[in-house]
C-alpha cells in the first residue's frame, strides 16, 4: 500500500459546482499535512497547510481526520481558474521535513 | 512567486553523462530540499540539505549526490545518467529543518535522458 493515495481524477466539474478529494495516509506517525496545487508543466505551489481543527480560505475547506488517516480538501464554486492538479503531502515526525506527495487528482473545471 | 529559483530551466543529456542542477533558497531560509517528479507521478523526495549538510535522504542511490553552499543555494549532481532519470527536478527550501515546516518549491529543472 503506498504512504499516501489519492484518486487521480479527472474530476470534471462545472463552474460553480462543490467538488471534494480525499487523501488517505497509511503513516498513523504522519504528523503535517499539506495541499499544493500543480498546473500542467509547472511547480507545486502551496495552496494550504491542514491543521487538525481544519481550515478555510476563501473558497477553499481542508479537513484532517486522524482516526481515519486521511485529509480532504473542499472547494467551493469552482472557477475555471481552479483546473489543475492537487496533491496532498504529509510528512512524518522524525522525517527530517521531507514530503511524501500523492499522485495528485486532476480537476477539470468546464464553463 | 516563492523566491525560489533554479537553473537551468531544461536539459537534455545522453546516457551515461553527469548533470548539475542549481537552487537559490528562498531569502531567509537555510534549509533547501530536493525532489525528482516524473511524469504522471508525484514528487519523490531526494535528499534535503540543512546548514551545509545531508540531513535525510530518500530511496536514491549514490549517484544522486548534493552541496549546499554557505549561502544556502544547492546543488544537486546526477552520476552515469540513465534512461528513468528522466524527470522534473524540484528544490523546495524552508526556515529550518523540521517536519512543520512548509516548503516552497522552485520552478524546476526539466531533464531528459536520451
Known amino acids: 500500500r503506498k504512504e499516501v493515495e489519492q484518486d487521480p481524477g479527472p474530476f470534471n466539474v462545472p463552474e460553480g459546482a462543490t467538488v471534494a478529494f480525499n487523501c488517505t495516509y497509511s503513516?498513523?506517525?504522519?504528523?503535517?499535512f499539506f495541499w499544493y496545487r500543480q498546473d500542467c508543466r509547472k511547480e507545486p505551489k502551496l495552496l494550504m497547510s491542514?491543521?487538525?481543527s481544519g481550515n478555510e480560505d476563501g473558497r477553499f475547506t481542508a479537513q484532517l481526520n486522524r482516526a481515519s488517516q486521511y485529509i480532504s480538501l473542499l472547494i467551493r464554486d469552482s472557477k475555471l481558474s481552479d483546473s489543475a492538479t492537487y496533491l496532498c503531502?504529509?510528512?512524518?515526525?522524525?522525517?527530517?521535513?521531507?514530503?511524501?506527495f500523492g499522485k495528485g487528482t486532476k480537476l477539470s473545471v468546464k464553463p | 512567486e516563492t523566491g525560489v529559483t533554479q537553473s537551468p530551466t531544461h536539459l537534455i543529456k545522453t546516457r551515461g553523462q553527469q548533470v548539475t542542477l542549481r537552487c537559490s533558497s528562498q531569502?531567509?531560509?537555510?534549509?533547501v530540499s530536493w525532489y525528482q517528479q516524473a511524469l504522471g507521478q508525484g514528487p519523490q523526495f531526494i535528499f534535503q540539505?540543512?546548514?551545509?549538510?545531508?540531513?535525510g535522504r530518500g530511496n536514491f542511490p549514490p549517484r544522486f549526490s548534493g552541496l549546499q553552499f554557505p549561502n544556502y543555494s544547492s546543488e544537486l549532481n546526477v552520476n552515469a545518467l540513465e534512461l528513468d532519470d528522466s524527470a522534473l527536478y524540484l528544490c523546495?527550501?524552508?526556515?529550518?529543518?523540521?517536519?512543520?515546516?512548509?516548503?516552497?518549491f522552485g520552478p524546476g529543472t526539466r531533464l531528459l535522458v536520451l
Open positions: 491542514v491543521y487538525s
Open positions: 523546495a527550501s524552508s526556515l529550518v529543518a523540521g517536519v512543520e515546516k512548509t516548503q516552497y
Open positions: 503513516n498513523s506517525a504522519s504528523q503535517s
Open positions: 503531502a504529509v510528512n512524518k515526525r522524525g522525517s527530517q521535513g521531507n514530503l511524501i
Open positions: 531569502s531567509g531560509h537555510n534549509t
Open positions: 540539505y540543512y546548514r551545509e549538510e545531508e540531513n
